[in-house]
């Protein structure tokens, strides 16, 4: 089962639990049904996402990249240090230190 079937399956235990709303006999229990679905749902689609990164050049000593996913900025060194991870024209960041989305490579 990939990410993308389970995804689908999510969704149609949420539709399944919503019909049992509908019911005389309803219970707490298929919100709290629906809500986990909703946040496997999210988690999925959150490990599942790949994002690129792109150089902006606003600093050219010290090259900031923008994430594809999110738009935020994440900088090529940590704050205070004079040591450079990477060179302008490739991040080497993984991941995204503002969404937190896997990276591969540039744009
Ligand atoms: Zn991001």
Redesign the pocket.
Known sequence: MTIKDAIYQLEDLIKDRESFCQRDDFDDIFLQDIEACKMGIKALKKISSV?KWKAENTRPKSPVFV?S????KAYDRPYGSAKHMMNKKNCKLKY?P????RMEGME
Do not use: M, S, Y
């Open positions: 994002g994430c996913l999110c738009g935020k995204c503002n969404c937190g989305a």
